[in-house]
């Protein structure tokens, strides 16, 4: 069996040569799919892609003609893969929960970095600054934190703001029985948070979930963190809201147009997107790319799931992790759990 691997990184390849595979042939490559370089999966079974990669129709025309059949991300979201269009052509597996303490962590770190001014007094004392001004913060105790969506991450990042001794307000279109949060509607959680946190996949439903419209009901001084994806937040909104002081601050690990910029070095380039350079360039936003999920132990679960999914759909014709598009409910449907989806 032969995969071949898009927007591959060092790290992804370590990880997955980490693990000892028998009759199974790695091809990695740099470049992210698109209809331009999807003919490099020519004889190739499986391909494997990650966020920024580009699985729409053309593509899969494409893919399908060279004999792929499955599509395996790498990753939790599916955004990038047009799954109605692959219903009876490729199968699509992905990896649900890799770890979803490095997301959280990521989050609350990136929280905690901006409101205690951190990444200013490391950059200040470098130059043996050791004055306070211009760092004042403020506790985490006490404030009120809206998380949008209650799955795995949301969940690990609802319970770490439990043991900061913060109130929880959550909202998620299927709430949970054991989360520790208030589930409110969406308005409720807008006028009532302090912080408000995104953890929901990125559909038709919840593409610019922040809006001009959102931040107006917002408190004055709001902090918007996003760890999901990039779409969630219309950017201009959010730059105006940052503009007008209604948005205190923003911490970003995802973008919009990251996809022709994130995981590449520009350190030596201007950057074209004045977007993303403007954003920088606010002190009250932190900007990271992408790198919430990356830690040791999620780069490992993602390698172990993404190919025993592969070996499922192999030996089986069916995974636990198929992405189910054909009755819809994608992720949920327990019927396409124990047999074939087509």
């Given at each position: 069996?032969?995969?071949?691997?898009?927007?591959?990184?060092?790290?992804?390849?370590?990880?997955?040569?980490?693990?000892?595979?028998?009759?199974?042939?790695?091809?990695?490559?740099?470049?992210?799919?698109?209809?331009?370089?999807?003919?490099?999966?020519?004889?190739?079974?499986?391909?494997?892609?990650?966020?920024?990669?580009?699985?729409?129709a053309?593509?899969?025309?494409?893919?399908?003609?060279?004999?792929?059949?499955?599509?395996?991300?790498?990753?939790?979201?599916?955004?990038?893969?047009?799954?109605?269009?692959?219903?009876?052509?490729?199968?699509?597996?992905?990896?649900?929960?890799?770890?979803?303490?490095?997301?959280?962590?990521?989050?609350?770190?990136?929280?905690?970095?901006?409101?205690?001014r951190?990444?200013?007094?490391?950059?200040?004392?470098?130059?043996?600054?050791?004055?306070?001004?211009?760092?004042?913060?403020?506790?985490?105790?006490?404030?009120?934190?809206?998380?949008?969506?209650?799955?795995?991450?949301?969940?690990?990042?609802?319970?770490?703001?439990?043991?900061?001794?913060?109130?929880?307000?959550?909202?998620?279109?299927?709430?949970?029985?054991?989360?520790?949060?208030?589930?409110?509607?969406?308005?409720?959680?807008?006028?009532?948070?302090?912080?408000?946190?995104?953890h929901?996949?990125?559909?038709?439903?919840?593409k610019?979930?922040?809006?001009?419209?959102?931040?107006?009901?917002?408190?004055?001084?709001?902090?918007?963190?996003?760890?999901?994806?990039?779409?969630?937040?219309?950017?201009?909104?959010?730059?105006?809201?940052?503009?007008?002081?209604?948005?205190?601050?923003?911490?970003l690990?995802?973008?919009?147009?990251?996809?022709?910029?994130?995981?590449e070095?520009?350190?030596?380039?201007?950057?074209?997107?004045?977007?993303?350079?403007?954003?920088?360039?606010?002190?009250?936003?932190?900007?990271?790319?992408?790198?919430?999920?990356?830690?040791?132990?999620?780069?490992?679960?993602?390698?172990?799931?993404?190919?025993?999914?592969?070996?499922?759909m192999?030996?089986?014709?069916?995974?636990?992790?198929?992405?189910?598009?054909?009755?819809?409910?994608?992720?949920?449907?327990?019927?396409?759990?124990?047999?074939?989806?087509?």
């Amino acid at each position: 069996m032969k995969i071949a691997f898009f927007d591959t990184k060092p790290y992804d390849r370590q990880s997955f040569e980490n693990i000892e595979q028998n009759d199974v042939k790695f091809k990695f490559f740099d470049t992210k799919l698109n209809i331009d370089t999807a003919d490099l999966a020519h004889g190739c079974d499986v391909v494997c892609i990650f966020v920024n990669d580009t699985a729409d129709a053309e593509v899969i025309d494409k893919l399908y003609e060279l004999g792929v059949k499955i599509i395996a991300l790498r990753c939790a979201g599916y955004n990038n893969v047009d799954l109605n269009y692959a219903y009876g052509k490729i199968h699509v597996v992905h990896v649900p929960a890799y770890s979803p303490y490095a997301v959280a962590e990521h989050a609350m770190a990136m929280l905690l970095t901006s409101i205690r001014r951190i990444h200013k007094a490391y950059i200040r004392t470098k130059d043996f600054n050791f004055s306070l001004g211009g760092l004042t913060g403020f506790d985490l105790h006490g404030k009120t934190v809206g998380v949008i969506g209650t799955g795995k991450i949301g969940r690990v990042f609802i319970d770490i703001c439990n043991g900061f001794g913060m109130k929880v307000l959550a909202f998620d279109k299927f709430p949970a029985s054991d989360v520790r949060a208030e589930y409110v509607d969406l308005d409720t959680l807008f006028a009532g948070s302090d912080i408000i946190s995104l953890h929901c996949p990125l559909t038709h439903e919840t593409k610019h979930i922040i809006n001009q419209s959102s931040i107006e009901k917002m408190r004055k001084g709001v902090m918007i963190l996003n760890t999901s994806r990039g779409a969630l937040i219309d950017t201009d909104a959010l730059l105006e809201g940052i503009k007008s002081r209604k948005v205190g601050g923003a911490c970003l690990d995802v973008y919009e147009e990251e996809s022709d910029i994130f995981f590449e070095d520009f350190s030596g380039h201007i950057i074209d997107d004045d977007t993303i350079a403007r954003l920088i360039s606010m002190p009250n936003v932190i900007v990271t790319s992408h790198q919430a999920f990356l830690t040791e132990e999620a780069l490992g679960n993602i390698a172990e799931t993404t190919l025993n999914n592969i070996k499922e759909m192999q030996e089986k014709g069916y995974s636990q992790n198929e992405l189910c598009y054909h009755c819809g409910k994608m992720e949920s449907c327990k019927e396409c759990r124990n047999r074939k989806c087509f």
